[in-house]
């Protein structure tokens, strides 16, 4: 079960937007994230919630989408995500945002994974300003947005193909706008 969760996992760049989401769902999906185990359990996030189409059209023009694309508008007009989660790092806790970056990705990840369950989906968005994103929200000075997860109901299609040893590992769209993922395989990532 878990690997089909990992296999409708896929980072969604294109949406159904007459499917709203609701706060307790986003709420569903930190209480997951809050549950994961972090570094030294210090838990140094906080995360803004976004739903409402008024805020969601705030948050929408802040972000960088598919850069491994850079000739394409993504998500296209009509298709952008109903949802968005803002993991802030609250500097008041630990000892710095250096030492969680990778419990940014675990929260993320949970997220997305329960979105999956829940017949959504969404995807990571890295490409932001910080400085930009918490003016915009009117974020208090102790809290730095670190990633946003982009959440909804998928409306695209995207499969996963095998990277052959020293192939292109960038993703790409065919001319009916399915989204292709390379994936190493199995055997070229592990080490014996």
């Known amino acids: 079960?878990?690997?089909?969760?990992?296999?409708?996992?896929?980072?969604?760049?294109?949406?159904?937007?007459?499917?709203?989401?609701?706060?307790?769902?986003?709420?569903?999906?930190?209480?997951?994230?809050?549950?994961?185990?972090?570094?030294?359990?210090?838990?140094?996030?906080?995360?803004y919630l976004s739903w409402t189409p008024e805020q969601n059209a705030v948050i929408q023009p802040?972000?960088?989408?598919?850069?491994?694309?850079?000739?394409?508008?993504?998500p296209h007009e009509g298709h952008c995500p109903t949802g968005f989660v803002v993991i802030c790092y609250d500097s008041t806790i630990g000892p710095g945002v250096e030492r969680f970056w990778k419990d940014v990705g675990i929260a993320a990840q949970t997220m997305l994974l329960r979105a999956a369950e829940m017949g959504l989906g969404g995807c990571m968005i890295g490409n932001f300003s910080p400085e930009k994103v918490k003016e915009a929200l009117h974020l208090a000075d102790n809290l730095r947005p670190v990633l946003i997860v982009?959440?909804?109901?998928?409306?695209?299609?995207?499969?996963?193909?095998?990277?052959?040893?020293?192939?292109?590992?960038?993703?790409?769209?065919?001319?009916?706008?399915?989204?292709?993922?390379?994936?190493?395989?199995?055997?070229?990532?592990?080490?014996d």
């Open 150 to 191: 982009a959440l909804g109901k998928p409306d695209e299609q995207v499969v996963l193909t095998e990277l052959a040893p020293g192939g292109d590992f960038n993703y790409y769209r065919d001319a009916h706008d399915v989204h292709y993922v390379p994936k190493r395989r199995l055997e070229d990532i592990v080490l």
């Open 1 to 47: 079960m878990l690997k089909d969760l990992v296999l409708k996992n896929r980072s969604y760049r294109g949406y159904d937007q007459s499917r709203a989401l609701t706060r307790a769902e986003l709420l569903d999906m930190v209480d997951h994230a809050r549950l994961t185990p972090f570094s030294q359990n210090f838990q140094s996030f906080k995360y």
């Open 62 to 74: 802040l972000t960088g989408w598919a850069r491994g694309l850079p000739q394409m508008k993504l």
